[in-house]
Nanobody, 122 residues
Framework: VQLQASGGGLVQAGGSLRLSCAASGRTFSNYNMGWFRQAPGKEREFVGGIRWNGRSTDYADSVKGRFTISRDNAKNTVYLQMNSLKPEDTAVYYC????????????????WGQGTQVTVSS
């Protein structure tokens, strides 16, 4: 499956952004979807994930209560709504797909989008 992330940009602290990840090539609803981010000089980290049917989500503690993941299988798209953004949320954000269980480990995801930059100014 091919993934295309979009929606990044520059926002002030306290603001909001919504990222999108459009999938193509295979049956989107077969895949659990994850969002990850990587800040300069840091390892890529799990942000959140959603099961193939949208009925279960998982979030990193650092974003819980501020970020929301949703998906529209009819549109082959997964979203990451980011509210109350903080400067420490600045990173390149990636979407990823895998079949099987919803997991947090980066290496267990099979397909990756190209990333979209999110910059939060203080």
């Amino acid at each position: 499956v091919q993934l295309q992330a979009s929606g990044g940009g520059l926002v002030q602290a306290g603001g909001s952004l919504r990222l999108s990840c459009a999938a193509s090539g295979r049956t989107f609803s077969n895949y659990n979807m994850g969002w990850f981010r990587q800040a300069p000089g840091k390892e890529r980290e799990f942000v959140g994930g959603i099961r193939w049917n949208g009925r279960s989500t998982d979030y990193a503690d650092s974003v819980k209560g501020r970020f929301t993941i949703s998906r529209d299988n009819a549109k082959n798209t997964v979203y990451l709504q980011m509210n109350s953004l903080k400067p420490e949320d600045t990173a390149v954000y990636y979407c990823a797909a895998r079949e099987g269980a919803l997991v947090r480990e980066t290496t267990w995801y099979d397909y990756w989008g190209q990333g979209t930059q999110v910059t939060v100014s203080s």
